[in-house]
């Protein structure tokens, strides 16, 4: 059984850092692409960040510069490192996993339930 489970989130000031993790479990997690979705109050979800089984990364425009993903094989983890937290960063953060890589939410198959980032000014 594929499961997906996030943590990390808070809240937290602006200007502030926070890591995102994701645990993997029920499927070989090297060999899928993996990505960060997120949702914020009456918005659609959107991609934010993603990495390919073999490391490719690639970054919505909005967050290129203070979003790092990152994955360690070993521990099943996905990570979304976020530095200089803006007020408007404030979503629900998704991972999600697929066997293609890309941006698009249909690429991917499995989900995480989300893990809550709120950032006051």
């Known amino acids: 059984q594929v499961q997906l489970v996030e943590s990390g989130g808070g809240v937290v000031q602006a200007g502030d850092s926070l890591r995102l993790s994701c645990a993997a479990s029920g499927f070989i997690f090297s060999t899928y692409a993996m990505g960060w979705f997120r949702q914020a109050p009456g918005k659609e979800r959107e991609f934010v960040a993603g990495?390919?089984?073999?490391?490719?990364?690639y970054y919505a425009d909005s967050v290129k510069g203070r979003f790092t993903i990152s994955r360690d094989n070993a521990k099943n983890t996905l990570y979304l490192q976020i530095n200089s937290l803006k007020p408007e960063d404030t979503a629900v953060y998704y991972c999600?996993?697929?066997?293609?890589?890309?941006?698009?939410?249909?690429?991917?198959?499995?989900w995480g339930q989300g893990t809550q980032v709120t950032v006051s000014s």
């Open positions: 999600a996993a697929g066997r293609i890589f890309g941006s698009p939410e249909n690429l991917y198959s499995n």
């Open positions: 990495k390919s089984s073999g490391g490719t990364t």
